[in-house]
Nanobody, 124 residues
Framework: QVQLVESGGGLVQAGGSLRLSCVAS????????MGWFRQAPGKEREFVAA????????NYADSVKGRFTISRDNAKNTVYLQMNSLKSEDTAVHYC?????????????????WGQGTQVTVSS
């Protein structure tokens, strides 16, 4: 069982930056690949980024490549999402998720554990 708690969301102007954090409970954090998803009102949950167990391999949605960076610190049981050059279309609830599968997993159903989400609002 893994419990995930996100933080770092907020209101930011277009072009600004935010860093999201997700802290995991338990001693098995390093056995999971981790991902970030987001869901805007009226839209399906979509993949944003994922990182492998050792923090070496990463995967990004085309919409965030070059702007967002995912990283992890296994000693702190924490995964991060650095978001730069934010756009209004990035406005959504952002969720942290854990999968026993691969960082190549981009479907929400492939992730077994989820956080409660943190709101990111980008004003234009």
């Amino acid at each position: 069982q893994v419990q995930l708690v996100e933080s770092g969301g907020g209101l930011v102007q277009a072009g600004g930056s935010l860093r999201l954090s997700c802290v995991a409970s338990g001693r098995t954090f390093s056995t999971y690949a981790m991902g970030w998803f987001r869901q805007a009102p009226g839209k399906e949950r979509e993949f944003v980024a994922a990182i492998g167990r050792f923090g070496i391999s990463t995967n990004y949605a085309d919409s965030v490549k070059g702007r967002f960076t995912i990283s992890r610190d296994n000693a702190k049981n924490t995964v991060y999402l650095q978001m730069n050059s934010l756009k209004s279309e990035d406005t959504a609830v952002h969720y942290c998720a854990a999968t026993s599968g691969s960082h190549r997993n981009v479907q929400a159903r492939e992730y077994q554990y989820w956080g409660q989400g943190t709101q990111v609002t980008v004003s234009s």
